[in-house]
């Protein structure tokens, strides 16, 4: 585990921020953008947006690949990694990078420090790893879909991350302090903790079993389920209060599958404790004592973050808490198609693209304000 690497925060210019923004941009519909589209998405006012992109490919910010049907360029990791970055540095959210802290099932962790100089976390998520070519041939293992392409489940994931952490912690749950979130990318208060995996005795074990449990009740009165409950997702203060991390995954206590996953949730605590702390207790809540006293589900999807049902069916298949869907065999080959044949939409999108560029390299040449910050959260 290693430094961030952000030396290339530095160097590049305008231009290339335009043109790699219009990359992303166009792969919203695109499995690869062909120079002709970026060209016209970046829409610069001189030229030689063909020389920026030989450039930015030899960062390795984008890839220049040959698909099955046409030839175009792809955001890298890297290159994904970068933009928001930069947005985030630009809106003095964070001011400096450290090290590399965790590796959790579907994200990297850093320390990194804001203009107080005040440590805080940045979670990358890094979802979706396979890409759109390879999705047709892997549907028959794992079933994904076209859309389940890694820029598009990171973005909600962290989207959705950052938006449920919000709603619990103005709650008083006790989760980390959210601070910001750009793209695939979640800034929160840095836990002063042990992660559970590493915690072997515990003073008060009843204790810390009781706590856990009414903090699964308690979500549950709210209207929510973590989802992914165990010692990997826990953390414990010096004082031996339990700290709930890791939210892309929670749902609404509503959903059709929310008794599985709230069982699933109080097991692992009482295996947790048998295992490690040899506690074993016949107290444990059932889905069927919830009463309802909150909507944080439904304020979750009410609050502008801009995330649809089909996006959260997305992400929750991505994470393996629901069935596939069937019938996508369609979109998956018309997002291989060449971008001129995708339906008559081209100029519409070349608009709605350029738009969205426009509106990132406003939003970052300009000291950012709440209002706008919501403007450009709605196109995620
Ligand atoms: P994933 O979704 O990939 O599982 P997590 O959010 O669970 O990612 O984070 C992975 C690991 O990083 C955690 O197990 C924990 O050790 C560490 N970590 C995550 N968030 C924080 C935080 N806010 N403060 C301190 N450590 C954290
Ligand atoms: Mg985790």
């Given amino acids: 585990m290693g430094k961030l690497n952000v030396t290339v925060l530095r160097y590049l210019s305008k231009e ?68 928001a970055l930069k947005s985030l540095t630009l809106r003095g959210s964070v001011s400096s990078f450290g090290n590399q802290i965790g590796i959790g099932k579907e994200s990297n962790i850093y320390v990194v420090a804001d203009e107080e100089g005040t440590p805080i976390c940045l979670k990358l998520h890094r979802l979706g790893r396979t890409c759109f070519r390879n999705v047709k041939s892997k549907r028959d293992y794992h079933g994904r879909r076209h859309k389940a392409s890694w820029l598009y489940l990171s973005r909600i994931s962290a989207t959705r991350e950052f938006a449920y952490m919000s709603a619990l912690y103005d709650r008083g749950f006790p989760v980390p302090k959210p601070i910001d979130f750009n793209r695939h990318c979640v800034l929160m208060e840095l836990v002063n903790g042990w992660p559970m995996t590493q915690v072997h005795e515990v003073l008060d074990a009843p204790q810390v079993y009781d706590d856990l449990m009414n903090l699964i009740v308690r979500l549950g009165n709210s209207g929510v389920i973590h989802g992914d409950f165990n010692e990997f997702n826990l953390m414990l203060t010096d004082a031996g209060k339990p700290i709930l991390i890791d939210f892309p995954q929670m749902m609404s206590t509503s959903h059709e599958n929310a008794e599985f996953f709230f069982e699933r949730d109080v097991t692992c605590v009482r295996e947790m404790f048998r295992r490690k702390f040899g506690y074993e207790s016949e107290d444990y809540p059932k889905f069927s004592d919830l009463v309802r ?35 996508e065999d369609e979109e998956a080959d018309e997002a291989q198609e060449p971008p001129e044949l995708v339906p008559a939409a081209a100029d519409a999108e070349i608009d709605e693209c350029r738009r969205q560029v426009e509106n990132e390299v406003f939003y970052s040449e300009n000291k950012r304000t709440q209002k706008s910050d919501e403007a450009v959260r709605r196109y995620i």
């Avoid at 030989?54 to 049907?69: I, P, Q, T």
């Fill in 293 to 327: 006293e909150d909507d944080l589900d439904a304020e979750v999807h009410c609050t502008g973050y801009g995330f649809t049902k089909e996006m959260e069916q997305d992400l929750l298949q991505e994470y393996g808490m629901v069935e596939q869907n069937e019938n």
């Fill in 16 to 83: 290339d921020f335009r043109v790699l923004t219009a990359i992303e941009m166009g792969m919203k519909n695109h499995e690869l953008v062909p120079g002709p589209l970026a060209a016209a998405i970046a829409n610069l006012k001189t030229g030689g947006v063909h020389k920026l992109l030989k450039e930015l490919c030899k960062h390795k910010l984008l890839s220049y690949e040959r698909g099955k049907k046409y030839d175009g360029y792809r955001l890298t990791n890297t290159g994904y990694d970068y933009l």
